[in-house]
Each structure stands twice: as structure tokens, then as C-alpha cells.
């Protein structure tokens, strides 16, 4: 999981009596910027959410406690989640102030850019893509007429494909897909 992305998981506090109970749920976090949260919960089964924030690239993984407890007693054993941590996707870096992978600037002037699931919501004339060979994120202002998808459509920069229109892809969408061809007098 990447900074900024998060995950669910689901928690149920157990009484005395071995029953599902109301209770409450301490989720500790040491990578936050608010290290502990704390939730109540009712007699079933309750889904947590979980931002992850990191405080340098350089962590390959996290530790996450959670500490359920009910109203009966005190708490229950720690519960260890340990989180895998990715690199940010292509087009986001890793911001030092919210801990979380953010768009970079280039890429924020001609689209809206989704830290929590790592897409860009590009639309109009602009192409964006990420070029792994050079290492570098392409943005280009104009694609050529009827290339790309002029509406808003929702892209990660390693498949610049699902911006292009007509059956096309590859730079600019200046290819066909395989098993087409342009017609002839078109840009179709």
C-alpha cells in the first residue's frame, strides 16, 4: 500500500460472557501525524478505515496495533497489523508536511490528482503519461484532434492507453491497437 492509500479491516469487541458486545477500538499508528485513534463500536462486526502516512520513503514496512476492549472489562491483547509500504505511484512523491503520496506539480496544472487511490482524472486535450525508461512524467497541453478522450476519465500514469479514443494507444495516442488501423480519411 502506498502513502495516502488506505485499507479496511473489520473488529468486534468480545464481552465476559463471550458474546458480541458494544466496546471500543484504539488503533495506534506511530507513522501518523495523529498516532492514535479511538472508535466506538456497537454489538457487531465494524468496519475500520486506515490512512496510511509514512514519515520517510525509505520504510518497507509499518507496524499498525490495534487494542479492542469492551465495557465489561479492560482491554484485549494488542492485534499487530504489519503493512507492506510501496513506493508512490508514478506522478505522486511522498510530501514531508501530510505524509501521504501527493500529485506532483506538473501533472496538478492540467488534472485533479486522487492521493487515496493513486489515479488522475484527466480531461480535455491534455496527454499525460510516465515514461519508466527516462524516469520522467510527460504532460503534453495539446493531443493531436480526436486522439485522446476529450471527457474526464480517471488514468494511472502507467497505462496512458485509457485516455486514448478510437481503438488508439502509445505516445500522444499516436498508435492503433492490434488488429487495427486508422481509416482511411480520418483520424478514426
Same mark, same amino acid.
Given at each position: 500500500?502506498?502513502? &495516502?492509500?488506505?485499507?479496511?479491516?473489520?473488529?468486534? *469487541?468480545?464481552?465476559?460472557?463471550? &458474546?458480541?458486545?458494544? &466496546?471500543?477500538?484504539?488503533?495506534?499508528?506511530?507513522?501518523?501525524?495523529?498516532?492514535? @485513534?479511538?472508535?466506538?463500536?456497537? *454489538?457487531?462486526?465494524?468496519?475500520?478505515?486506515?490512512?496510511?502516512?509514512?514519515?520517510?520513503?525509505?520504510?518497507?514496512?509499518?507496524?499498525?496495533?490495534?487494542?479492542?476492549?469492551?465495557?465489561?472489562?479492560?482491554?484485549?491483547?494488542?492485534?499487530?497489523?504489519?503493512?507492506?509500504?510501496?513506493?508512490?505511484?508514478?506522478?505522486?512523491?511522498?510530501?514531508?508536511?501530510?505524509?501521504?503520496? !501527493?500529485?506532483?506539480?506538473?501533472?496538478?496544472?492540467?488534472?485533479?490528482?486522487?492521493?487515496?487511490?493513486?489515479?488522475?482524472?484527466?480531461? =480535455?486535450?491534455?496527454?499525460? /503519461?510516465?515514461?519508466?525508461?527516462?524516469?520522467? @512524467?510527460?504532460?503534453?497541453?495539446?493531443?493531436?484532434?480526436?486522439?485522446?478522450?476529450?471527457? *474526464?476519465?480517471?488514468? @494511472?500514469? @502507467? !497505462?496512458?492507453?485509457?485516455?486514448?479514443?478510437?481503438?488508439?494507444? =502509445?505516445?500522444?495516442?499516436? &498508435?492503433? !491497437?492490434?488488429? /487495427?488501423?486508422?481509416?482511411? =480519411?480520418?483520424?478514426?
Amino acid at each position: 500500500i502506498s502513502p &495516502g492509500f488506505s485499507f479496511n479491516f473489520t473488529v468486534t *469487541a468480545v464481552g465476559n460472557r463471550n &458474546g458480541i458486545t458494544p &466496546g471500543f477500538v484504539q488503533v495506534r499508528d506511530d507513522n501518523a501525524i495523529h498516532p492514535v @485513534t479511538n472508535f466506538t463500536i456497537s *454489538a457487531k462486526c465494524t468496519l475500520i478505515t486506515h490512512s496510511v502516512q509514512v514519515t520517510n520513503s525509505s520504510l518497507s514496512t509499518i507496524d499498525i496495533y490495534v487494542t479492542l476492549g469492551d465495557f465489561e472489562s479492560n482491554t484485549q491483547p494488542n492485534i499487530l497489523l504489519r503493512v507492506d509500504i510501496e513506493p508512490c505511484p508514478a506522478g505522486f512523491y511522498l510530501s514531508s508536511v501530510t505524509r501521504v503520496c !501527493e500529485c506532483t506539480k506538473d501533472i496538478s496544472l492540467v488534472a485533479n490528482c486522487d492521493s487515496s487511490t493513486g489515479t488522475i482524472e484527466r480531461s =480535455g486535450s491534455s496527454w499525460i /503519461s510516465y515514461d519508466s525508461e527516462y524516469n520522467c @512524467t510527460i504532460v503534453y497541453q495539446e493531443c493531436p484532434f480526436d486522439y485522446c478522450k476529450f471527457q *474526464a476519465v480517471n488514468i @494511472t500514469l @502507467t !497505462e496512458p492507453n485509457d485516455q486514448c479514443s478510437f481503438n488508439r494507444i =502509445g505516445r500522444l495516442c499516436g &498508435g492503433c !491497437e492490434e488488429h /487495427s488501423s486508422v481509416v482511411l =480519411g480520418s483520424n478514426k
